[in-house]
């Protein structure tokens, strides 16, 4: 048995051979640019064409993207230093109108020494956002707190503001930081507080004036605490009571205390606003004012009682089925033929306006859905509770509700913002198309036409962008079932 | 019973609001209270109405908002520009919102009319034109048959441009554009053969390109455009004061006065037409309420007509507009101001 011929002993494996790597046909990037490009005679043309179309897009655009020119005093400059660099024919792109006149783009007519107050304005606001937006997120949290407070102040610095200025804004800033680490309760007030309180530092003139809107609010909270037993004649009451301090009284009173202790900052009138800081000021307030708007809309739209349905549906239908032009025109010419002479009422108030009811109708739809969406059983379940009307949409209903119309409600967001260029329609100066032909109207920048387009262009994106991340983010948040 | 209430509080709106148009009648005294003039401008139209980059408004129409800001005023800083869109312009004069419109607009019967305009005169006198490629070969707008043109939407060149065409047997393919810019662009990029506009834009936009030697803008003019200051009907006061003021600029040029020498004038000129002008005899800004160197503060702001067109349209500028029709009537042009007695 011993020694025996190799050749009739069957041939055993005692060890796994090593696996070898797939055949490189089958394998790697060459696998998958078959399996995606190349998988037929149909996805092979396909291919060849798109890598065409790339190709024509990239060898027109590149020169033209490369040979840019960023510092410059005119568009004949540019061409100038262009020829000068790359031989008389080539074209290149003049961005230097985008550095000349940055100013205008983002602040408009706003005067130079203030451009603090607009930064501190949007700087802030993400000081009032982050509690709500980031609610069980410390980390996130802290870091939108920490860079616009960083960046709010290092710009600041930059654009010039005086040494007392940056000094009260980083007083300011980290008091309110200090005050969303450390307790809840005074922060949501702060947050409540922050709209009037950027009022003034966007418009200037004595604090009181904002001061005192916001007492009309607190006016009405408190009588209609105070009644709340009433139930609607509360709410009526409050109505009617805060209507009456703004329209009698506040203006007196807000006065009086001026003149004791004005508290004041150099006035910017609203023809003064433009380019970046219109736009956003007009879609902040949009965005704010229109999905509590549209919450209540798409409640009322929901009702049993017949007269509020009515009026939802009608305000909802009227306002989806007429342009945005349309009511921005009305904003800026009817009403003009209908206040008496001398009103004065403030144009960018108008188109905030009407932009919001806009909005808010487009809103009130998207919540409507989501309300739809909810199965029957919540709403008995809320019943079941022995919960009443508003107790049961706030703490059952409407989280849901709102929960699944994140998407919606963020594209209707997005859409309001880009609306926003529309008010060059009404003389306003949008930074898309009233800023750049402006600009465009002084000789030396005359001929500039895709430069402030893409400038622009792109930081809509960012910004747009950059909300629709966000509410992916609170969508993964806020994911609870179907796990 | 409560249909007549609403009827009764819908007639009371009604008054009031009729109430408060009728009001509306001294625009002087406003502006007065008011302390700063509101004045209708271009959102930008290169020379006649574009801010800087500090935010300072200059140019054509600017400047004649200034003179009247300082004949009213005083003051020819206390002006509010209100920059107003083709679509905007009107509406935002007879609602109040401006003043006086100084916005490159042509007058014609129906603005003066039916749309309760009151133009005050005219600070420019233009008129259509075309401008093609040298290559093109053509050399008149008469060859310009079958061709594509670039015209803006919504505007008095755009009839023009028909009735030409039509005129003249030809035809013509229209590619629509929205603004200055986007003509500028449409027809460097060859979609359109030829761009057609007022003559001072035209010569405006040829100025700026990158090879102007390379365009030429066609001897033919088919249409007359006279732009003016426009105020609302039904305030002939001010309508006055604001033909009078560009009475005055023009009128200071034919005189021979100048910001430089306006003041030495004012104090030893022997002409009685000058001295009527400047008020040192005869207060003839008292018969429309003004004082009597209202015309002397506007044409101090930048000058009388030809001075303030050579700073923002003239030959030196690049804009390099010549007088033309617009020279003095002295001069073979039609700037004719009316005696000033």
Same mark, same amino acid.
């Given at each position: ?31 998958? #640019? ?10 092979? #043309? ?252 798409? #409640? ?33 010419? #009817? ?149 | ?82 920059? *107003? ?5 009107? *509406? ?20 003066? *009319? ?228």
């Amino acid at each position: 048995m011993s020694n025996p011929d190799p050749r009739s002993v069957a041939f055993v494996r005692k060890t796994m051979l090593p696996p070898e790597p797939p055949p490189a046909r089958a394998s790697g990037a060459v696998l998958w #640019l078959r399996e995606n490009l190349f998988s037929g005679p149909l996805n092979i #043309l396909l291919t060849l064409i798109g890598l065409g179309i790339l190709w024509l897009i990239f060898s027109t655009l590149w020169p033209w993207l490369s040979n840019s020119v960023w510092n410059a005093e005119s568009m004949a400059d540019c061409r100038k230093i262009i020829a000068a660099a790359h031989g008389p024919d080539a074209s290149g792109a003049c961005f230097a109108i985008i550095k000349h006149r940055w100013n205008q783009f983002v602040f408009g007519f706003y005067p130079s020494d203030l451009y603090w107050r607009p930064v501190l304005a949007f700087g802030t606001l993400f000081l009032a956002l982050a509690p709500v937006l980031f609610a069980d997120s410390p980390k996130a949290r802290r870091i939108v707190t920490g860079l616009a407070v960083a960046l709010t102040f290092v710009i600041s610095a930059v654009l010039g503001a005086t040494v007392v200025e940056l000094g009260g804004m980083a007083i300011l800033m980290l008091a309110w930081v200090y005050l969303i680490e450390t307790r809840t309760g005074p922060v949501v007030l702060a947050s409540l507080i922050y709209p009037f309180f950027a009022v003034w530092l966007l418009w200037g003139g004595t604090i009181w004036e904002p001061a005192m809107a916001l007492a009309g609010f607190v006016l009405g909270f408190v009588v209609w605490r105070a009644l709340s037993a009433y139930g609607m004649f509360a709410f009526a009451a409050a109505v009617v009571v805060a209507a009456f301090w703004w329209l009698a009284l506040s203006d007196i009173v807000s006065r009086g205390i001026a003149t004791v202790l004005p508290m004041r900052l150099a006035p910017v009138s609203s023809d003064q606003f433009g380019g970046f800081v219109l736009s956003i000021t007009i879609g902040v307030s949009g965005i704010a004012l229109s999905l509590p708007l549209g919450v209540i809309l798409a #409640l009322a739209r929901r009702s049993d009682l017949p007269i509020i349905k009515i009026m939802a549906v009608i305000f909802i239908e009227f306002i989806r089925g007429v342009p945005l032009i349309t009511l921005l025109f009305v904003a800026s010419l #009817l009403l003009n033929y209908f206040l008496p002479p001398g009103t004065n009422f403030d144009i960018i108030l108008r188109v905030i306006i009407m932009v919001t009811l806009f909005a808010s109708a487009y809103m009130a739809e998207v919540i409507r859905g989501g309300l739809a969406a909810l199965p029957k059983g919540q709403y008995e379940a809320a019943d079941a509770l022995g919960l009443d009307y508003w107790k049961a949409q706030r703490l059952i209903i409407l989280p849901q509700a709102l929960k699944i119309s994140i998407p919606g409600i963020v594209s209707t967001f997005i859409g309001m913002f880009k609306d926003t260029t529309l008010v060059v329609f009404v003389g306003l100066f949008d930074p898309l198309k009233a800023m750049s032909d402006t600009i465009r109207a002084s000789f030396e920048w005359k001929g500039a036409y895709w430069e402030p387009y893409i400038f622009v262009g792109s930081i809509f994106f960012i910004l747009c962008f950059g909300m629709s991340r966000y509410s992916m983010y609170l969508e993964r948040r806020l994911k609870r079932d179907h796990r | 019973m409560k249909k007549s209430a609403l009827f009764g509080s819908v007639t009371v709106f009604a008054l009031a609001a009729s109430g408060a148009m009728a009001a509306e009648g001294d625009t002087l005294k406003e502006v007065k209270a008011r302390g700063v003039l509101n004045c209708g401008v271009n959102t930008g139209l290169v020379g006649f109405a574009a801010p800087d980059a500090n935010g300072n408004w200059t140019g054509f129409d600017v400047a004649y908002c200034k003179a009247l800001a300082a004949a009213v005023l005083g003051d020819a800083t206390k002006v509010k520009y209100v920059p *107003t869109t083709g679509q905007t312009r009107f *509406t935002a004069l007879s609602s109040g919102e401006i003043d006086v419109l100084a916005r490159n607009s042509t007058w014609t019967f129906q603005r003066d *009319t039916d749309l309760k305009l009151d133009f005050v005169g005219v600070n420019y006198y233009d008129g259509q034109g075309f401008m093609v490629r040298k290559d093109l070969g053509v050399s008149s707008a008469k060859e310009l048959d079958g061709a594509t043109i670039c015209i803006q939407t919504g505007t008095t060149t755009e009839l023009n441009l028909a009735d030409y065409f039509k005129a003249n047997n030809m035809t013509y393919q229209p590619v629509n554009i929205d603004s200055n810019a986007e003509g500028e662009q449409q027809y460097m990029a060859g979609a359109c053969d030829a761009y057609t506009t007022d003559a001072s834009g035209l010569a405006a936009t040829r100025a700026a390109f990158a090879d102007p030697e390379n365009h030429i803008i066609l001897p033919e003019i088919i249409s007359k455009e006279p732009l003016g200051p426009a105020v609302r009907h039904g305030d002939n006061n001010w309508g006055d004061i604001a033909r009078w003021t560009l009475f005055a600029l023009v009128a200071a040029e034919e005189y021979g006065v100048t910001s430089a020498n306006i003041d030495e004038l004012s104090k030893s000129s022997q002409n009685p037409e000058v001295q009527r002008l400047l008020g040192t005899s005869d207060d003839l800004g008292k018969m429309m309420g003004l004082d009597a160197e209202w015309a002397k503060r506007a044409i101090k702001v930048q000058g009388n007509y030809g001075e303030i067109f050579a700073a923002t349209i003239g030959e030196q500028t690049p804009i390099g507009l010549a007088r033309g029709l617009n020279a003095q009537w002295t001069q073979g042009g039609l700037l004719y101001a009316i005696p000033f007695r």
